[in-house]
Structures are given as structure tokens and as C-alpha cells.
């Protein structure tokens, strides 16, 4: 499958239609809570899923993954922050908070990432999944840290008094808070289920983890189609400068997801892909209550329009077959 | 028979929901004991806010308050928003019956 195919699967088209529906500005939308309540659903099946498989792992393999996507998670969100800092095009607030969604990963994009795979049959290793479980929180981290050093350096520029209280924020209970996610936790636990139970009796599960998957899957992009629309009315205030990022960002990581799954991890392109799409994706579910909290000088418009609005949708449609074949000719070198 | 009221203050806050339970503490520290949390949508300065995810998902706390409380209250949300915290934060008198 390539080109134009990969946008010919149903979860793509359900993505395109949620978009058009907006566009014609039609009353179509889910009850309130439903979206959350479908992310739960794919989180637990992905999980139970890469459970299964990881029980048959390599655990050398398994670990070099943990190390990887740790190491992807820090040094990700510092190129974003380098690049938005770049001529002080962005402020220091907005760019910490931003760059840690780039850190972080979107599990939506990871599944997308998987229907493409599994609807044109190639097969891929199971350890992205679990990269997608370590990659979660770390950005949430440097994110905290270069926001905690703008401040610091803001308040040594003002004086005594003036502007806005530089008060540490209890950045421990930050990052607990961000390591017991809700995403993360239920993701392991499935995983650890997935793990831990025989063979046989997760058969019983299969038609709920597998069979109904890629359909509950549409529905979900559906919902994602029609938030991305909404946030096109925000495009003009967050600027050119942001709008590129939300493309850009995701060429780097994909870019260097590719070359850990092949060069350093000797994964399949399939699964240099997926270890691509972790790079490339923004998060939107654990990453923005946390920078709410934890940076609140950003503007939480600015990173909900790029995750949501430009990177998501660039990553289902450009990003999945683009590194996809990225990782086919990388490979081949 | 005449109905008897006791004056006190109203106080509404619609801030994220990833701020509740941090404000649900500071209310307990200053002797808050009840308060009332609706799940709201909108928009403003923080952009849409249609409870899609946990980051655009916003809430509306009323806290209905004796004049001493309300003090310790109004001083203690100060300090969020000097924190840069986005809170919107108003207050009316109320009468209420016991």
C-alpha cells in the first residue's frame, strides 16, 4: 500500500468525513463524555493486544525500546524548544509548553499508524507499544524545566515586586501526577493483563480487543475529524510561525523515530513506522492538564490548535504513509 | 409565617478541570467544607474549551460562603491568578435559607 491508497482506509475517510461535517457545519457530534469513553476503550485494546505479544518478547529487545523512546522523549522536545526559541519567534512560556506535546505521543495517530499496517497486512513488532507507554511522561519533564528556567530568568530581569509572583509550583506532585496518568496507567495494566493471562483465555477477549477494534477505531477519528475542524478558526491566532511548527516538528521526529527503529532498534519499516509516528505525534491527553497547571503563562489555544488542529491531521494523512515509506528505503540502504 | 434567610456570598469560578482538585484542597485548608462543581463549555482566551479531552475541559465551581470565609477565599484564589493561573472568578451577595 502506498500513496494515494493509504488514505482509502476507513479510519482516514471517517477522519475526513468528521472535517466535512464541520466544514458544512452540519449538527453532527457525540455526546458528551463519549470520546473519552471510546480513548478508553482503544487504550485498553491496544494494550491487551501488546500484552499478548510482549509475553512472547525478546526482553533485550524490550529494553533497548525503553531506553529509546526514554532517550526520544527528552531529546525530542529540546530540538522543538530550540526551534520555536529560534530568533525569540516564540516566548519562552509558549515554547516550553509546546514542545513538551511534540515529547509526548498521540496515542490516536500510534493506532491510525496501526490500521494502516493491519488493513494492508504487514506485519510489525510489538515493542512500539510499549515506547508509546514510556513516552507519555518524560517531556512532561523538560517542559516543567525549561518553563521553571524562563521564570527564574524573568524574575532575575525584573525588579523586586514588579510582575507576576515567581512562586516554585510543586512540580513533585507534577510529575507524579503525570506518571499516574490515566492513559499510562490503564495502558500498562492492560498490558500487564494482556501479559499475565493464558493464551486461552484471552481468546475470550479477542472479540472485544480485536475484532471490533478498527470499527470502534472510525468512530473515534470521526470524533477527532470534527475537533480538528473546529480548531481551524484559531489557525489566525496562533500565526504562521506556530502553524509551520505543527508540520515541521513532526518531519524531525518522524525523521529521527525512523532512524531508531531501523539503525538502532533493527525493527521491520513497519515498525520503524510506528517508531516514527511516536516521534512525529503530539500528545493531547496527558501532556495539556499538565501544562495547564504547571505553565499557565501559555496559552493552551497555541498547543491544542497545533496537536489537535495541524499535527494530527498531517500525521493520518501526510506523516503514516510518508514514513512509512521513509522507513521502506532507509531500510534498504 | 415569615421565612428567615441569612445573607452571605456567592462565589463562582470557571477554571480547567486540571486545576479542580488542587482548588478542591486550597478550599478544605481555608475551612471550606462544601462547595458544587458543573462541567461547562465555552470560549475565550484559552480558546475552546468543549470537554473533548482533559486539557480543553472546563468547570464552574459555586461555593456559597459565610462573609469571614470570604475573605480567606478571595485572598487565596489571588494567589493562583498572581501564579498566572486562568481562573475567572466573581461573586455576588445571596441570601440563603437554612
Redesign the interface.
Given at each position: 500500500m502506498s500513496g494515494f491508497d493509504s488514505l482509502l482506509i476507513p479510519a482516514v475517510l471517517f477522519f475526513a468525513l468528521g472535517v466535512f461535517a464541520r466544514l458544512i457545519k452540519s449538527d453532527l457530534k457525540f455526546p458528551?463524555?463519549m470520546?473519552?469513553g471510546i480513548s478508553l476503550y482503544l487504550l485498553m485494546a491496544i494494550g491487551l493486544k501488546g500484552g499478548a505479544e510482549l509475553a512472547k518478547a525478546d526482553f533485550g529487545i524490550a529494553f533497548q525500546s525503553i531506553f529509546w523512546a526514554f532517550i526520544m522523549g527528552l531529546v525530542i522536545p529540546m530540538i522543538g524548544y530550540a526551534l520555536l526559541r529560534f530568533r525569540d519567534r516564540i516566548d519562552p512560556f509558549n515554547a516550553a509548553a509546546i514542545t513538551a506535546h511534540y515529547g509526548s505521543v498521540s496515542a490516536a495517530t500510534f493506532l491510525t499508524a496501526i490500521a494502516f499496517l493491519e488493513t494492508s497486512g504487514i506485519a510489525h513488532e510489538s515493542y512500539p507499544i510499549i515506547m508509546m507507554v514510556i513516552m507519555e511522561s518524560p517531556a512532561i519533564i523538560i517542559g516543567l524545566v525549561l518553563a521553571m528556567l524562563a521564570r527564574k530568568k524573568l524574575a532575575k530581569s525584573k525588579p523586586a515586586g514588579e510582575g507576576?509572583?515567581v512562586?516554585s509550583?510543586n512540580t513533585g506532585a507534577l510529575l507524579k501526577e503525570a506518571f499516574t496518568n490515566g492513559s499510562v496507567v490503564l495502558l500498562m495494566g492492560a498490558m500487564l493483563v494482556g501479559a499475565l493471562a493464558s493464551p486461552e483465555a484471552m481468546e475470550k477477549v479477542y472479540p472485544f480487543s480485536n475484532e471490533i477494534f478498527m470499527g470502534v477505531l472510525c468512530l473515534f477519528l470521526l470524533?477527532m475529524g470534527i475537533?480538528a475542524a473546529?480548531?481551524i478558526k484559531?489557525f489566525k491566532n496562533a500565526g504562521a510561525t506556530l502553524i509551520s511548527f505543527g508540520i515541521i516538528m513532526p518531519l524531525i521526529g518522524g525523521t529521527i523515530g525512523v532512524f531508531v527503529g531501523v539503525t538502532l532498534l533493527g525493527f521491520s519499516p513497519a515498525g520503524a513506522m510506528l517508531v516514527a509516528i511516536l516521534g512525529s505525534s503530539a500528545s493531547?491527553?496527558a501532556?495539556?492538564?499538565?501544562?495547564?497547571?504547571g505553565v499557565?503563562?501559555a496559552?493552551?489555544?497555541?498547543?491544542?490548535?497545533l496537536t489537535l488542529g495541524v499535527t494530527f491531521p498531517f500525521n493520518v494523512v501526510i506523516g503514516i504513509p510518508m514514513f512509512y515509506q521513509m522507513a521502506i528505503w532507509y531500510s534498504g540502504l | 409565617m415569615s421565612v428567615v434567610t441569612h445573607a452571605e456570598k456567592i462565589v463562582q469560578i470557571i477554571t480547567s478541570s486540571s486545576l479542580e482538585s488542587r482548588l478542591v484542597d486550597t478550599f478544605e485548608e481555608i475551612g471550606i467544607a462544601g462547595y458544587t462543581v458543573f462541567n461547562v463549555r465555552g470560549d475565550g482566551d484559552t480558546g475552546i474549551q468543549d470537554s473533548h479531552i482533559d486539557g480543553d475541559t472546563n468547570i464552574l465551581i459555586m461555593i456559597v460562603t459565610t462573609p469571614e470565609s470570604y475573605e480567606r477565599l478571595m485572598e487565596a484564589l489571588n494567589k493562583y491568578k498572581r501564579k498566572g493561573q486562568h481562573l475567572m472568578v466573581f461573586s455576588m451577595n445571596t441570601e440563603v435559607l437554612y
Open positions: 458528551e463524555g470520546g473519552k507576576q509572583e512562586e509550583l470524533e475537533e473546529k480548531r484559531s493531547y491527553i501532556v495539556p492538564p499538565a501544562m495547564r497547571y499557565p503563562e496559552n493552551p489555544s497555541f498547543y491544542l490548535t | -
